[in-house]
Structures are given as structure tokens and as C-alpha cells.
């Protein structure tokens, strides 16, 4: 929880947009200093609260910190370049395997907020103006909760109940698919329910430990993925787990806004 800090994603685009209206690159480029400076000092920071739970000194944690935004950043620029070069039909509808959602997202916010513009997007006379009030109800919907806590403070479940954190998890939603949501809450709740009372001491030795070991478990697997299987055309069969016919388990992903698949349209799985 004590993760969860302010973020300015939308503030800065929203900024930006009345700023400077119609250049989606002047938007994004003021999103990029104003919000993922932010981000990634909150990621730096989480790391470093995370080596002090371990009691690994703060100055080895920086610097292996340091190294590897160095390496991360000679390599995924690298992995992008590869990648685009060898992967047909990327980053686009047809190749359901590497739809690119980061980028999507980015290019989406660019057209939003900077080549549109929050005026005429969300202004008056617009059908998306009444999303405006979410910054109001965003604000204002904690408080009664706040109060009942204060009012009733043997009630226990009332503390459980916090809505900055809950609201900050559909955040996610663009660009991570619905499908994440299910197996996050039931880590989540495994870890952070069940273990945790049953099994304190194993998780307070090994639950960090557990949560990089499956992080990592995902790269290699990735990797092993693409690598050995995906670019020497070897295929997992089509079923269900693996996205069924188009791919990403979305029959409709495809489809215009009357639910009809075009017939020219084709889709690439791999």
C-alpha cells in the first residue's frame, strides 16, 4: 500500500493538451518528463525500500540499480529494433501475438490529448464530457468512509475498505488485458490471506523471494518461447489457454463496432 503514490499520468497529458493544443509530440514528450521521471523514481524507490526490508546496504542497491537501468536500456533498444525488423505485422490488429498495448497506449493518449485536445474531447457540447466528473467523485467518495471509520472504530472491516487503492488498480486496465485481473487477485489472495495466517513464517522467509522467482520464471519463459518455439515456426496448438482461433481469447477483438468480422480482415498468429 504504501507503494501507491500519486501519479501524474493523466495530469500531465490533460496539462499538456490545454497547453499546447493539436502536437501530439509536444504532449507526449511533456508526459515523458513530467510522468515517467516520476514513475520510474518510484520504481527506484520501491527497489530500494524493498533492499532495506533485506538489509542489503543502500549503497550496493543503488549501484546495482544504476547497472541495470544501463544494461536494461542498451537492451531493450536492441530487442526493439530486432523485433521490428523480424516480427511481421507488429504492433497492429493483425498480429494478435505482439499487439504492442504500451505503444498502443501511448499513441491512443498522443491522438487524445495532444492531437484532439481535452477541450474538444471532453469540453462542453462533447458525449465524453461527463467523464470530467470523475475527478470529483474520484475526490469526494473516500470521505464518507473516512468518517463512518472515525465514527465506528471497532467496525474492522471499515479500514479494509480504501478506495484510492482500489480505484488505482483499474488504471491498468489500458493496457493490461481483463484476463490479468483474476490471476493477480488469486496470488494475491493466496499470498496475502491464506498464507499469511497459516503460514506466517514461510511467507515472511520466502514470499519476496517467491514473487522475483515468478517474475524471472516469466522472462526466461518468454524468452525460451520466442527464441526456441515461435522463431523456428513451431506453434503451441490452438486452444483456449492459448487465445483459441484469433489468438487473444476474443472472438469480437476483431470485429467493427456492429460485431461483424470484415471478411478481408486477416489475422496473424505468431
Known amino acids: 500500500m504504501t507503494f501507491k503514490g500519486l501519479r501524474l499520468n493523466v495530469v500531465t497529458e490533460f496539462v499538456a493538451g490545454i497547453i499546447i493544443p493539436g502536437d501530439p509530440l509536444a504532449n507526449v514528450t511533456f508526459k515523458v518528463y513530467g510522468y515517467i521521471t516520476q514513475y520510474q523514481a518510484l520504481l527506484l524507490i ?5 533492499g532495506h526490508y533485506m538489509k542489503i546496504p543502500p549503497r550496493a542497491m543503488f549501484v546495482t540499480q544504476l547497472v541495470g537501468t544501463i544494461v536494461a ?7 526493439a529494433n530486432y523485433l521490428m525488423n523480424n516480427i511481421p505485422n507488429i504492433c497492429t490488429p493483425k498480429n494478435t501475438r505482439w499487439t504492442c498495448p504500451n505503444a498502443n497506449v501511448f499513441f491512443s493518449a498522443s491522438i487524445i490529448w495532444g492531437a484532439i485536445g481535452p477541450i474538444k474531447m471532453f469540453g462542453k457540447g462533447s458525449i465524453y464530457s461527463p467523464l470530467l466528473y470523475g475527478f470529483l467523485i474520484g475526490a469526494l467518495i473516500p470521505i464518507p468512509f473516512w468518517l463512518l471509520m472515525k465514527k465506528f472504530p471497532n467496525v474492522k472491516w471499515l479500514k479494509y475498505i ?5 480505484l488505482s488498480a483499474t488504471g491498468m486496465i489500458p493496457p493490461a488485458p481483463a484476463g490479468s485481473y483474476p490471476s493477480w487477485l488469486l496470488a494475491g489472495f493466496i499470498f ?5 495466517r497459516h503460514a506466517r513464517s514461510w511467507w515472511r522467509r520466502y514470499a519476496y523471494v517467491f514473487s522475483a522467482a515468478m517474475d524471472c520464471g516469466v522472462a526466461f519463459g518468454v524468452l525460451i518461447i520466442f527464441f526456441m518455439l515461435q522463431n ?3 506453434e503451441f496448438p490452438t486452444w483456449w489457454g492459448s487465445g483459441g482461433q484469433t489468438g487473444d481469447g476474443c472472438p469480437l477483438s476483431h ?4 460485431g461483424i468480422i470484415p471478411r478481408d480482415h486477416t489475422i496473424f498468429v505468431g
Open 46 to 50: 520501491s527497489d530500494l525500500k524493498l
Open 255 to 258: 470485429a467493427n463496432y456492429s
Open 232 to 234: 523456428n515456426g513451431l
Open 162 to 166: 480504501h478506495f484510492p487503492i482500489m
Open 73 to 79: 536500456g542498451i537492451v531493450n533498444y536492441l530487442t
Open 192 to 196: 496475502n490471506y491464506i498464507l499469511i
